[in-house]
């Protein structure tokens, strides 16, 4: 059983604890490694062992630096090594460079001019029905409220018919909104995961015989080594496409608008100011921090921070340490929607930054503009409960109440970012 960590022993932490996660009780932790050894050492009860990265500029090597760091041997920690063996060298997260950008070229050639309106279009739609929903309900769980956004979006992108929104709105919420007592999958998640592959795989079919303008098409014309993709490579790219762009956007939503509710004069001041939503939107990334940790394999003996890192082992960095590094942001534990500049590593850094990071980030624009906008007040009524997971930094339900600013309809405003 866990429990809060012994701040006078911060070494004796279980860093990896999906429950201290949870609980939100290691910032102190995070604070003491990143002084005293922000390249550290860990071993846990479960036998797992592997450096854990607290520091901004070791992170910035880690993330950088494919020839000494690896993603190909899986990206997160408790993962099956038998999965990420099978998926590596084939899924553009599991893929180190050249082949990486060959494969992120392919996805990168559906982002056309005509693709990207029709997504700030979309986004803009969603975000307005996100928004009627929750002043029509009152009170309601805006994790359920705000995951159309994401999975509209990432539909559009990759070409799913309008009118089968909804079903993966509902196998993704539950793919990727529950978790069991070990933070994986439950069975019900798995069923759900598998019904969305089963899904794109007929869009696969599809699109080799009636190509559109999207990612799924793309896909299935692109070439990597003179030979295109197979069905399997396709399937896991746009499965990490969907895993990536819906948790991002979800999390960092909700978290966004709960840090709003805390700081009422950061609330007001973005109220005030809509010229400040390109900030605001950096700052709350970097204090939400959807993925709390990237994992790396050592290729070869090498050195970080003045430690000994052998080949083969694992190097974790802590996205929620990174963040709030006081050598790269100051007063980084102060909610600040001004905040320039913002070296936050939230979608990581160099090669692999993340592919669908403006995506997500013209997500957060369009609601949080529309929020400024529309919104009078952001309330907490109810139960706000984390995801018990190291490897995600979100919520399971955050039951908010916004009231609607009476003016709102005829402000004509929604255009900012």
Request: proline share 6%.
């Amino acid at each position: 059983m866990s429990t809060a960590p012994d701040l006078a022993d911060p070494v004796a932490v279980d860093v990896a604890d999906p429950v201290l996660h949870r609980d939100g009780v290691l910032p102190p932790v995070w604070r003491w490694m990143r002084h005293h050894d922000p390249v550290r050492w860990t071993e846990r009860s479960n036998k797992d062992a592997f450096w854990s990265v607290t520091a901004h500029a070791e992170a910035v090597q880690v993330l950088r630096d494919s020839k000494r760091f690896s993603s190909e041997r899986g990206i997160r920690l408790g993962g099956d090594p038998l999965a990420a063996a099978a998926a590596s060298r084939k899924m553009l997260i599991v893929t180190d460079p050249p082949r990486h950008g060959d494969i992120r070229r392919i996805i990168g050639a559906a982002f056309t001019a005509r693709t990207v309106q029709r997504l700030e279009q979309n986004m803009r739609e969603t975000v307005t029905a996100c928004l009627d929903e929750a002043f029509e309900q009152g009170a309601g769980d805006f994790v359920q409220t705000i995951a159309r956004l994401p999975v509209s979006v990432i539909c559009d992108l990759l070409g799913v018919p309008r009118e089968d929104w909804g079903f993966m709105l509902d196998r993704t919420t539950v793919a990727f909104g529950a978790v069991d007592e070990h933070g994986g999958p439950t069975a019900d998640a798995a069923e759900a995961h598998t019904d969305i592959l089963l899904y794109y795989l007929e869009l696969v079919k599809q699109r080799r015989r009636s190509p559109r303008e999207d990612v799924v098409t793309a896909l299935t014309q692109g070439e990597v080594d003179g030979r295109p993709l197979t069905d399997e490579e396709i399937l896991l790219n746009c499965d990490g496409l969907i895993s990536g762009g819906n948790e991002t956007t979800r999390h960092a939503a909700v978290g966004g608008l709960l840090a709003l509710a805390a700081h009422p004069d950061q609330w007001q001041a973005l109220r005030d100011d809509p010229g400040l939503l390109p900030t605001a939107v950096e700052e709350i990334l970097r204090w939400t921090t959807p993925g709390a940790h990237t994992l790396r394999t050592a290729v070869r003996d090498t050195e970080l921070a003045g430690r000994a890192i052998g080949a083969g082992q694992f190097v974790v960095v802590w996205g929620a340490a990174v963040n709030r590094d006081e050598s790269v942001f100051d007063e980084p534990d102060t909610f600040r929607l001004d905040r320039k500049p913002n070296r936050h590593l939230t979608f990581g850094h160099g090669a692999h930054y993340c592919l669908g990071g403006a995506l997500a980030t013209s997500e957060l624009r369009v609601l949080f503009g529309e929020v400024a906008r529309r919104v009078a007040a952001i309330g907490v009524p109810g139960p706000v409960r984390r995801v018990r997971s190291n490897h995600i930094a979100g919520f399971e339900e955050a039951v908010l109440a916004l009231e609607p600013a009476a003016a709102a309809g005829t402000n004509g405003g929604g255009q900012h970012g």
